[in-house]
């Protein structure tokens, strides 16, 4: 009997301590943005001192005697961070000496801190906080970006049989008035039927809510040696009534193509998308996985493990990434950037499109995506049919 309350006991306390760990992370987030737009850091209210300075002699503190909150009145201009057992507990709060480093480690993560306004160049984020790649390897597989920091991925609607505009799969956005996305969504479809939306926004956004955000798709060209069975070559551009103005805006921008006579089956890259298991409390949201990329001949023999047989061969036009339990796109991904940096740049390009897989997030089996870098001269062929560069 003790031994089954015990048992109950430490479950419990299980439970409690990963929700605890849970809302720390989501805190230490959320102080992190507080900390780079004021210029502060976040401390507790008794090691700031009257002129918002953070105490580093130690004056004060070495028997700190902890003051209500409210005899702290006398300073009204402290700006409330996160956290804390009572509201006001944690301030962010000024070094003594201004200084502040350019990059702070959130548990493998890496984050650059930028003030600079929009780079209004391809790849470039639309965010002042420029995030590399956070992964959380203790809290599983995905996270919520921050609004901007894939600010050309595109929502891409589809009219349903009585008339209402339900959402379809990604795209991204490589020129103002071009989405790239995956040829098996538009197969044989009319431009007529399909809506884009690109705002720059973590949560999904929807057909009407705002106008300025929206595009008509006035054509669909499919890459000619599309293979709907295998889904060899699965890439698809969609022209827009009009382009976006990106010089104009602080929230989208375009992704860049990949360089010319690029070599990378290695490092890892990162996909998002508003696919299974991005419902959060009611409200779609874009969700981001890094992915590891996974060398050609390696990917092909752990999927002849699956049941795709010892004999399946993988297709040139392909690139794979993942394979690590429970990180992985998804259903409802589709369509969606698989994006790199730049070498020695800040800037992401468009590596790969989500296009299938077996399963998802299964161990040693990785994800499947259209090699840009194999499409990349159709692509261009077809803009210059419309006097588009990039």
Known sequence: ???????????????????????????????????????????????????????????????????????????????????????GEIVCCKLNDNNRTESIDFKNS?????????????????TQINVRIIVDKEDNNDIIPIGGEFPWIAAIYEKDNAGKW??????????PKVILTANHYFHRKNAIDYKVVVTGDVELSSIGKDVNNERNIVEIVNHPKFYSGGLYNDGSLLFLDKPFDISKTNSINTICLPPDNLEMDSGSCLTAGWGKGSIIDGVQVLKKVALPL???????????????????????????????????????DGGSPLMCLLPGERRYFHMGIVSWGVGCGDENVPGIYTNVIKIKSWIIEELQKKDINV
């Open 1 to 87: 009997m003790w031994k089954y309350v015990l048992f109950i006991f430490n479950l419990l306390l299980a439970v409690t301590v990963q929700s605890d760990l849970r809302f720390r992370r989501q805190s230490d987030i959320n102080n992190f943005i507080i900390e780079t737009f004021n210029n502060c850091n976040c401390v507790n209210y008794y090691q700031c001192d009257s002129n918002n300075e953070i105490v580093t002699d130690g004056e004060g503190l070495l028997e700190p005697r902890l003051k209500d909150i409210n005899e702290e009145s006398q300073n009204n201009t402290r700006i409330i961070c996160k956290g804390g057992k009572f509201e």
């Open 110 to 126: 890496t984050n650059r801190i930028s003030t600079e306004k929009p780079i209004h160049e391809c790849g470039a984020q639309r």
């Open 166 to 175: 339900v959402f379809y799969c990604s795209g991204a956005l490589i020129h």
């Open 294 to 332: 996974v060398p050609r001949i390696q990917c092909q023999e752990q999927l002849r493990q699956t049941r795709l047989g010892t004999k399946f061969n993988l297709h040139d036009s392909f690139i794979c990434a993942g394979g690590e339990k429970g990180k992985d796109a998804c259903r409802g």
